[in-house]
T-cell receptor, first 114, second 115 residues
Framework: NAGVTQTPKFQVLKTGQSMTLQCAQDMNHNSMYWYRQDPGMGLRLIYYSASEGTTDKGEVPNGYNVSRLNKREFSLRLESAAPSQTSVYFC?????????????FGPGTRLTVL | AQSVAQPEDQVNVAEGNPLTVKCTYSVSGNPYLFWYVQYPNRGLQFLLKYITGDNLVKGSYGFEAEFNKSQTSFHLKKPSALVSDSALYFCAVRLTFSGNTPLVFGKGTRLSVIA
């Protein structure tokens, strides 16, 4: 049981390049989330998927797209990376009645955009 | 709109002393409240939550938190701090019934426990 896994762990991009961050969970969770963490800003929600086949915008969705590929996988895509997207990205998931259950987090992807 | 505030960016405490990390929230209904901890270069880990019932909630690693509805607070406490408790702590809130509204996180408080 690996929990929530993210790939890659580190990435350096040039401005304008695109990339996809991968996230997978093996806990049969319904809901999945993408956050970014910046110093002094805490965690900010980018997108989330309450269930397979649905996605919704969070607090900071601009410049990102997501795909809930199946129940296990939820990817985050940067179409044209900008230096402002330099951050640490975390994927998380929640089981069952997500309002009362805790979120499980992946180890993060550290992204630098030059 | 729901929000959560952690008024201290940094808390320093001597090993063996009690510690408190503060959290206040603002929601229009009854909240679900959570504490998470983040160790260096790791993802967040769940510590404890308040859903309903007893206002004093006990969690992992000897931590506890007290829900105070009148003061809209949910402070994290531990009777005797360890150096290994040094980490970044996040408070988070969600309304009791809010459709698909996800958690709202505070900005985090860095705890340093000094030997």
């Amino acid at each position: 049981n690996a929990g929530v896994t993210q790939t890659p762990k580190f990435q350096v991009l040039k401005t304008g390049q695109s990339m996809t961050l991968q996230c997978a969970q093996d806990m049969n969770h319904n809901s999945m989330y993408w956050y970014r963490q910046d110093p002094g800003m805490g965690l900010r929600l980018i997108y989330y998927s309450a269930s397979e086949g649905t996605t919704d915008k969070g607090e900071v969705p601009n410049g990102y797209n997501v795909s809930r590929l199946n129940k296990r996988e939820f990817s985050l895509r940067l179409e044209s990376a900008a230096p402002s997207q330099t951050s640490v990205y975390f994927c998380a998931s929640t089981s069952g009645t997500e309002y009362i259950n805790e979120q499980f987090f992946g180890p993060g992807t550290r992204l630098t955009v030059l | 709109a729901q929000s959560v505030a952690q008024p201290e960016d940094q808390v320093n405490v001597a090993e063996g002393n009690p510690l408190t990390v503060k959290c206040t929230y603002s929601v229009s209904g009854n909240p679900y409240l959570f504490w998470y901890v983040q160790y260096p270069n790791r993802g967040l880990q769940f510590l404890l939550k308040y859903i309903t019932g007893d206002n004093l909630v006990k969690g992992s690693y000897g931590f506890e938190a007290e829900f105070n509805k009148s003061q809209t607070s949910f402070h994290l406490k531990k009777p005797s701090a360890l150096v290994s408790d040094s980490a970044l702590y996040f408070c988070a809130v969600r309304l009791t019934f809010s459709g698909n509204t996800p958690l709202v996180f505070g900005k985090g408080t860095r705890l340093s426990v000094i030997a």
